[in-house]
């Protein structure tokens, strides 16, 4: 759903980042991790009013013709969109700030950008995940979308993983190599491996096939790779891993021979003076610049080509204008609604229950109680204000004058007694419903008391 162009609506950094620890260390449940995504795209097209763009390229072109004024005026006050008019001329600046007609233009052209933009961006994003996944340590990740998110947060050139991970694969051995290009398919790296060319990657069609996404691109690799396999290995019969696995290890036997052979060649029959002398120039020539194979050379053109693709595909998105119209990034109401934290909801319920009930005679002074909130809202205030062990006796009392604070009765009236007693028994099931939140518990140190199990005041 994420790493494809099928569906237009992507995830930020740190969105992604949210779903996937609460699926990884909380619940470990699919179903509440398409929830949370059902969920951030309800508030992407609830929140963001160019939400109305996020859709498949014909659908938003066609859209972009019927946008008003005021979605213009949106679209003019995006960040990534100022920063683009900020790089144009003055005269392409003015008329992207006044002309509707030619900005709507622009705005087609710009989603067409991006588009191309998440090809190649998936495209690349995959290839270099396989020679990433197997490297020791696994600098950059063994899973997909460690090196996903990592690309998503920043440059990913800039970090250290990335300069260790390209050491590592400069370090690679031949059959390292061969298991990677040829058995599982990467023949666009092959081929650049193998001297016949770089291909590049330009997408801008929906045409798909294989893994290059385009027709055009599949075609020419085809080509390429078959003229390979007749001119430079002499046959498609040498196409299997073991003939190129010997094939190649040929190459570097055959070079270490020119070598040898150059050598002895320079090695003619002279005088011992000479030909001391001529040994000492080898040995230091030897010691001070070592000849590469010519498996070395092309594993080095081929990890820079990897570097230079990573450099130009897999730019944060933040690069990208209009980016906003498909990222979702409110993290933070992302995370109000799916971390839950019951602890504060529990104290703010119960310190302040004109929160919730929006009870005009609940409203009262830091620090009071009134005596018309709930039983257990009272009894939660004044167990604040107890050390560990509370006595119930005294809890029991403090209750009772805050909830008859207002009332004058005779305290030796039969009804004053009858009070006293209902009283009594909405205290007890305060008291229960607050151990049954966890609030307090009965301790064995004083069979009368009970210990507080939370801290803080009023």
């Known amino acids: 759903l994420l790493l494809t162009t099928q569906f237009p609506f992507k995830l930020s950094e740190k969105v992604l980042q949210i779903l996937t620890n609460i699926f990884l260390y909380h619940d470990f449940s699919i179903q509440n991790f398409i929830k949370g995504l059902q969920l951030s795209l309800l508030e992407h097209f609830y ?22 004024d005021n979605q213009c005026e949106n679209i003019r006050r995006l960040p990534s969109f100022r920063r683009f008019v900020e790089k144009q001329a003055s005269e392409k ?21 991006l588009h191309v933009y998440h090809s190649n961006y998936f495209l690349v994003l995959r290839c270099f995940h396989h020679f990433t996944s197997s490297l020791p340590k696994y600098p950059l990740g063994r899973q997909i979308r460690e090196l996903y998110c990592t690309c998503l947060e920043k440059n990913i050139w800039d970090s250290e993983e990335y300069v260790s991970a390209l050491q ?9 190599f061969i298991d990677s290009f040829v058995r599982e398919g990467l023949v666009l790296f092959f081929l650049y491996l193998s001297g016949v060319g770089n291909l590049g990657i330009h997408i801008k069609d929906q045409e798909c096939q294989g893994q290059f996404r385009t027709r055009k691109v599949y075609e020419t690799v085809q080509l390429k790779y078959n003229f390979f396999l007749r001119t430079r290995i002499a046959g498609p019969e040498f196409a299997s891993q ?7 290890y040929t190459w570097e036997a055959k070079e270490e021979e020119d070598t040898s052979g150059s050598q002895s060649k320079g090695l003619q029959k002279t005088d011992l003076y000479h030909l001391q002398k001529s040994l000492l120039e080898m040995k230091e020539l030897r010691r001070t610049s070592k000849k590469q194979t010519r498996f070395e050379v092309l594993r080095e ?6 570097d230079s693709l990573v450099r130009e595909y897999l730019l944060p998105p933040e690069t990208q204008p209009l980016h906003e119209v498909v ?27 004109y929160y919730y009930l929006k009870n005009e005679a609940l409203k009262s002074e830091e620090g009071c109680i009134p005596n018309v909130a709930p ?53 007890i099931r305060a008291v229960s419903e607050l151990e049954l939140l966890g609030f307090i518990k009965p301790t064995k140190q004083k069979t009368d008391h009970v210990a507080r199990l939370t801290w803080g005041g009023c």
């Not at 600046?93 to 950008?113: D, H, M, P, Y």
């Not at 990034?329 to 310190?351: G, K, M, V, Y």
Request: proline residues 3%.
């Open 168 to 176: 590592l694969l400069r370090y690679w051995s031949i059959l390292k």
């Open 242 to 248: 073991e003939v190129l696995h010997s094939h190649l």
């Open 47 to 68: 929140s963001q009013p160019l939400s109305v763009l996020c859709c498949n390229l014909p659908e938003a072109k066609r859209r972009i013709n019927f946008l008003s």
């Open 93 to 113: 600046q003015v008329a992207l700030l006044t002309n509707e007609r030619f900005l709507k233009e622009e705005i087609q052209s710009l989603l067409e950008n």
């Open 375 to 427: 039983d257990i809202c009272i009894a939660y205030k004044l167990h604040l204000e107890c050390s560990r062990l509370i006595n119930l006796v005294d809890w029991s009392e403090a209750f009772a004058t805050v909830v008859t604070a207002a009332e004058k009765m005779d305290a030796n009236s039969i009804a004053s007694e009858e009070r006293n007693e209902i009283i009594h028994a909405r205290f």
């Open 301 to 306: 053109k081929v990890v820079n080509f990897i």
């Open 327 to 353: 990222y979702f990034s409110a993290a933070h109401t992302l995370r109000e609604h799916l971390n839950a934290a019951p602890r504060i909801a529990l104290h703010t319920a119960l310190n302040n229950p």
